[in-house]
């Protein structure tokens, strides 16, 4: 199979997936938030923060110098195995006694007891990380895809049926827990019918890899920080109640990207590590994904930018009817956002991600300072605003630091990959927008289904009759991995 059919293929079932939790997500979220109040999801959002920052040190970018390495020794694997393990413990041990402190410094004495509860899961996810990637190296997503499904059953099924009896912030807690044991049981399972368990440990077998983790692991450390500095301001310079809100917010505008990253960087890195060395080639795959992950990213976030207001009136209390306006502003983040993931497939193969760590201190130090400044000011708005700032920074400034770091002369091809999808997207915002603009109906339900509608068909209706031949491609492999029979329909008059 060709690698681009390959991708596409990797594509498909991450996506899967990807659509699949959405959804889940999306509809636990609304729960939570009619179960819990505020206050308590405040306490879920700082808990699930702090265990996605320490989650780093578990994997340390082993994973992603398993996936570079198409040539790898059981000796290597066994002994990057033994230190994804010997991470996993020192976080537990790290995570579990600074609890108080954690607790403390956002004035929460119950947060404590949340992350307690969520660090045992350190223990047990190394045993499954190690065989993840090496079917992400082997572009063997569907097994992949089953597991992720799984797992977001088992937490939904979990989270909700615990907040129904107790309405207490520990069931999400309880549930991040066992639905994260399931998942690295299920890998781990899938391992030892591959090969055999060994936690044979030798140091210049692993040597090699650990220069190239170290970059990656402190890119992540800092992105995650970077990220999470807004939540933890507002838990500081306002309340719970207002992380929880932006937590609900940030759900459903970047999360719908940064659910489709892996997705598109699970895919794009194990395909352009194969051509890696060709940096022709690489240049065309760079453009051609840019392009495609965007075709998927900017009409879910400038749907979403248009549908909110219905969003929220439909689904939420009036107590959450704030995070309207936070929703708009994160989804113009997340469009900036979603440039990201090529260009960190292409640090990775290229083994720059060092120019991503100076960005990222870089960013890091603007963005405290930015979100201080008009948090003190202007409260949670300020905050959001401050991302959104530095984000378009980090947008603009890749291209020249990042992206000509590893490809020459891509310039005007770059800003044009970009422009088409963006092109493309328009329709839902001139559809959907004069439909929010001018609401037929009293009611918000109906008035969002008229969105959602109007901006599903004037995007399809677009991607059918457009004028682009990038764009004919991609509806050509897309509907391929759908149906032979669609892709021949689609295809007929876009020819």
Excluded at 21 to 43: E, K, M, R
Excluded at 155 to 180: C, R, T
């Amino acid at each position: 199979m060709e690698l681009k059919n390959k991708t596409m293929q990797a594509v498909k079932w991450n996506f899967l997936a990807t659509a699949l939790g959405t959804v889940v997500g999306i509809v636990q979220l609304w729960a939570l938030s009619h179960i819990l109040a505020p206050a308590q999801y405040g306490i879920i959002s700082v808990a699930l923060m702090v265990v996605t920052f320490f989650n780093i040190f578990i994997d340390f970018g082993i994973s992603n110098a398993i996936i570079r390495r198409q040539n790898i020794t059981e000796l290597e694997l066994s002994s990057l195995y033994a230190i994804n393990v010997g991470l996993g413990v020192a976080t537990f041990l790290a995570v579990y006694f600074s609890s108080p402190l954690i607790a403390t410094f956002f004035k929460s004495p119950e947060l404590e007891f949340q992350i307690r509860i969520m660090s045992f899961l350190f223990l047990m996810a190394p045993f499954g990380q190690q065989q993840r990637a090496i079917l992400a190296r082997d572009m063997r997503f569907n097994f992949i895809a089953i597991a992720t499904i799984v797992t977001l059953l088992t937490n939904f099924i979990v989270v909700v049926g615990l907040a129904l009896l107790y309405q207490k912030a520990w069931a999400a807690s309880v549930a991040f827990l066992v639905s994260g044991a399931v998942n690295a049981a299920i890998f781990f399972i899938h391992s030892l019918r591959e090969r055999k368990f060994s936690l044979r440990f030798s140091w210049p077998a692993a040597k090699p890899h650990i220069r190239y983790s170290l970059q990656l692991v402190s890119d992540s450390m800092i992105n995650v920080v970077s990220i999470n500095t807004y939540p933890a301001l507002m838990a500081r310079l306002v309340s719970l109640s207002a992380i929880g809100g932006y937590n609900i917010a940030n759900s459903i505008s970047i999360m719908l990207i940064e659910r489709l990253k892996p997705v598109l960087t699970q895919a794009l890195f194990p395909a352009f590590a194969k051509i890696q060395n060709d940096d022709s080639r690489l240049a065309t795959n760079f453009l051609l994904v840019t392009t495609y992950g965007s075709l998927v990213n900017f009409p879910l976030l400038v749907g979403m930018f248009v549908a909110s207001s219905s969003i929220v009136a439909t689904f939420f209390n009036a107590e959450w009817q704030f995070i309207d306006s936070l929703v708009k502003i994160l989804c113009l983040v997340g469009i900036f956002r979603s440039l990201d993931v090529p260009v960190i497939s292409l640090l990775l193969v290229k083994a720059k991600m060092y120019l991503n760590v100076r960005m990222g201190i870089v960013k890091l130090v603007t963005g405290v300072a930015l979100a201080y400044l008009l948090g003190t000011r202007y409260g949670i708005t300020g905050i959001v605003c401050s991302f959104l700032i530095v984000q378009i920074g980090n947008t603009v400034l890749g291209y020249f630091v990042l992206v000509r770091a590893c490809l020459q002369g891509l310039g005007r091809a770059y800003i044009k990959a970009v422009l088409i999808p963006l092109a493309q997207a328009l329709p839902i915002l001139l559809v959907s927008g004069l439909i929010t603009l001018y609401p037929p109906s009293a009611h918000p339900s109906v008035n969002l289904a008229l969105v959602v509608g109007a901006g599903v068909l004037a995007y399809l209706l677009g991607l059918y009759f457009s004028p682009f031949a990038v764009v004919r491609e991609f509806v050509g492999l897309a509907s391929r991995n759908v149906s032979p029979r669609l892709e021949t329909l689609l295809l007929r008059r876009a020819k």
